[in-house]
């Protein structure tokens, strides 16, 4: 399974991006999926994650209320609609699938995703 992330941008702070992930080689209808971020000079950090189905969701508390994750089972990708973007939300942007058959739990530590997108850039000027 592979998957790619898209949408990045350079957006002023108030702005709104849209990321796209998509995942090819299998249906992942049986897998939470997951977004993170690393901004420069800091360490990898939880965004936002939705379970197998698209019924839970949760989200660092940086961006609750602003961020929106869903996905299309159907199209087999993830989404997540970022509003009200801030300087502080400049990073690279991962999309990430937990490798577990209808895990959820400690969705927001990066060791129980198996794999991993290559990013995407985004920044916020202020």
């Known amino acids: 399974v592979q998957l790619q992330a898209f949408g990045g941008g350079v957006v002023q702070a108030g702005g709104s991006l849209h990321l796209s992930c998509v995942i090819s080689?299998?249906?992942?209808?049986?897998?939470?999926l997951g977004w993170f971020r690393q901004a420069p000079g800091k360490e990898r950090e939880f965004v936002a994650a939705?379970?197998?189905?698209?019924?839970?969701?949760f989200y660092a508390d940086s961006v609750k209320g602003r961020f929106a994750i869903s996905r299309d089972n159907v199209g087999n990708s993830l989404h997540l609609q970022m509003n009200s973007l801030e300087p502080e939300d400049t990073a690279v942007y991962y999309c990430?699938?937990?490798?577990?058959?209808?895990?959820?739990?400690?969705?927001?530590?990066?060791?129980?995703?198996?794999?991993w997108g290559q990013g995407t850039l985004v920044t916020v000027s202020s």
């Open positions: 990430a699938l937990d490798g577990r058959h209808m895990g959820w739990s400690r969705n927001d530590r990066a060791e129980v995703y198996t794999t």
């Open positions: 080689g299998r249906a992942v209808v049986y897998n939470a």
């Open positions: 939705i379970n197998w189905i698209g019924t839970s969701k």
